[in-house]
Each structure stands twice: as C-alpha cells, then as structure tokens.
Nanobody, 117 residues
Framework: QVQLVESGGGLVQNGGSLRLSCAAS????????ISWYRQAPGKQRELVAT???????NYADSVKGRFTISRDNAKDTVYLQMNSLKPEDTAVYYC???????????WGQGTQVTVSS
C-alpha cells in the first residue's frame, strides 16, 4: 500500500552537494521513524540518518555535521541534504519508512550517489 520513490542521486565531485528526496504515496499513517540507509559495494547496509515522528534527527557519526535530514509533512516527503561529500559516501541510498505499532519497514528502490575523488 505504501510506495516510496527516491530521487536526487547522481555524480558529484569531492566536496560537492546533493539533495535526495523520498516521496511516499498510498496509505501513510502511524509513522514511527523515517530513515536513510546506504549500501556500498561489498559493505553492509548502513543507517545514515533518522527522523522521528516528533521531528528529532539522529545521524551516523560518519555523516554528522555534513548531512541534514528533514521532512515536509504536507507532501509526505523526506529529504537528505548532503554537503561536503566524500568518495566514502558513494553508495546506493535507500529511504525507509517504519510504520505502525509493530514497526513495519517500507523501502524504496534506492538512488545511486557517486562521489569522485
């Protein structure tokens, strides 16, 4: 019932910026958390940032101070502003919406972010 579509990925140079978007459609209710994950080749999927229902953000240490997660409630859209990008940030970025009392996860298909050195 929930469809998530990520956009905004691309190729940038070291030190550049990108803004990722994740738009949700369908039945959206009882939001627990909205998160961005990423997975680089040969690595485990990593939690990058989370925003709670109350709007409090949390970040992985690797992106703290460079990335900002935000939400537009009216548009059912979450954003990830990525500044000062590094080659280590290269990965497929996935949006996750955790919904319901049991915390069911909903995933988008991902968007590729590539940072050249």
């Amino acid at each position: 019932q929930v469809q998530l579509v990520e956009s905004g990925g691309g190729l940038v140079q070291n030190g550049g910026s990108l803004r990722l978007s994740c738009a949700a459609s369908g039945t959206i209710f009882n939001i627990n958390t909205i998160s961005w994950y990423r997975q680089a080749p040969g690595k485990q999927r990593e939690l990058v940032a989370t925003i709670t229902y109350g709007g409090e953000p949390n970040y992985a240490d690797s992106v703290k101070g460079r990335f900002t997660i935000s939400r537009d409630n009216a548009k059912d859209t979450v954003y990830l502003q990525m500044n000062s990008l590094k080659p280590e940030d290269t990965a497929v970025y996935y949006c996750n919406w955790r919904l319901g009392v049991y915390g069911r996860d909903n995933w988008g298909q991902g968007t590729q972010v590539t940072v050249s050195s």
